[in-house]
């Protein structure tokens, strides 16, 4: 968030929020450490509602960076009668994992609503070449 008139940093595309007192936002979170620094953490765009529940793809992402298997992943949220969205995570791989060895690996590492119910394992890259996740284009070739 940002105060002030010319405010010059833009996403294409992404349209800017104006709170009533002029703060803008363009949907990026993140948080200030007891020494002033910010941390940027996700986007706002890319958070999954899954059974009431705000998960945060960057959070189960760097939990999944942890598996010593894991070249990659992208969490995504996949429509699901029940829940809303269920967490789904596409994961490049090394070599071949067990789908309930990774899982049981998560649960020790995240709360247990945020565990991905659905993985997708492959051995392309899930980003482009600036290292960035199109969670729209992964969403849209899944549903």
């Excluded at 959070?59 to 960076?65: I, N, Q, Y």
């Excluded at 791989?93 to 119910?117: G, T």
């Amino acid at each position: 968030m940002r105060s002030g008139r010319g405010a010059t940093y833009k996403y294409l595309g992404a349209e800017a929020r104006i709170s009533p007192d002029g703060w803008e936002s363009l949907g990026d979170l993140g948080k200030i450490d007891e020494e002033g620094y910010v941390y940027l953490t996700d986007r706002r765009g890319d958070m999954i509602l899954s059974g009431g529940a705000n998960i945060y793809p960057a959070e189960v992402e760097a939990a999944l960076s942890e598996h010593p298997d894991v070249v990659s992943s992208a969490v995504i949220g996949l429509p699901d009668e029940d829940l809303g969205n269920r967490i789904h995570a596409v994961v490049q791989i090394s070599q071949p994992i067990n789908e309930d060895e990774l899982r049981v690996f998560l649960n020790e590492r995240l709360v247990r609503y945020k565990v991905p119910r659905t993985f997708e394992f492959t051995t392309d890259a899930v980003r482009d070449d600036a290292g960035k996740v199109r969670r729209s284009a992964l969403r849209d070739e899944r549903s």
